[in-house]
């Protein structure tokens, strides 16, 4: 079984950056249990979908300078 959740945020929302990053990381550290044997992230921005996807855990990816980027 796999743990999916989304945050979906823009200008309007008023959702700072440091928020964003700060509960995507906590999302992904909370559905680790759901899906140890890989772990991806999917970001759209400025009509580009960034996708990152390992077959590592999610304690792992949030650590991979590929990460990091994404936002």
Same mark, same amino acid.
């Given at each position: 079984m796999c743990g999916i959740f989304g945050i979906i945020s823009n200008n309007k929302t008023k959702s700072s950056l440091d928020f964003v990053q700060n509960a995507t990381k906590k999302l992904l550290l909370l559905s680790e249990s759901r899906g140890k044997e890989a772990s991806g992230i999917a970001v759209y921005l400025n009509d580009n979908i960034k996708v #990152? =996807?390992?077959? +590592? *855990?999610?304690? =792992? #990816? +949030?650590?991979? *300078?590929?990460? =990091?980027?994404?936002f």
């Open positions: #990152l =996807k390992q077959p +590592i *855990t999610a304690s =792992k #990816l +949030i650590n991979l *300078t590929e990460y =990091k980027e994404m």
